[in-house]
Nanobody, 124 residues
């Protein structure tokens, strides 16, 4: 198993930036495909980004492409989400998640372990 703990989110003005981190403990971090998901008030949780085990490949939701960057440092057992040009519609609880599937996936049911979530609020 792997335990995931997200860093504190925060309140930021539209156009601003914020970086989230997700610290992993337990099994070998590089064994897992890592993802970011978010859930806005009154909406279902949705995919944001997924980063391959090596960190060389990341897929993004269209809504964040070009603004968000997901990366990982396997030596530090940490996943990052750099969020730039934030918009009020980015307001959500953000979750990191780990998948042990042997294939690349962005499907939520394929992610076995989840962090507790962290609130990001973007004011207009």
């Amino acid at each position: 198993q792997v335990q995931l703990v997200e860093s504190e989110g925060g309140l930021v003005q539209a156009g601003g930036s914020l970086r989230l981190s997700c610290a992993a403990s337990g099994r070998t971090f590089s064994d897992y495909l890592m993802g970011w998901f978010r859930q806005a008030p009154g909406k279902e949780r949705e995919f944001v980004a997924a980063t391959s085990r090596s960190g060389l490949h990341t897929n993004y939701a269209d809504s964040v492409k070009g603004r968000f960057t997901s990366s990982r440092d396997n030596a530090k057992n940490t996943l990052y989400l750099q969020m730039n040009s934030l918009k009020p519609e980015d307001t959500a609880v953000y979750y990191c998640a780990a998948s042990s599937r042997p294939y690349y996936t962005i499907s939520q049911p394929d992610f076995d372990f989840w962090g507790q979530g962290t609130q990001v609020t973007v004011s207009s």
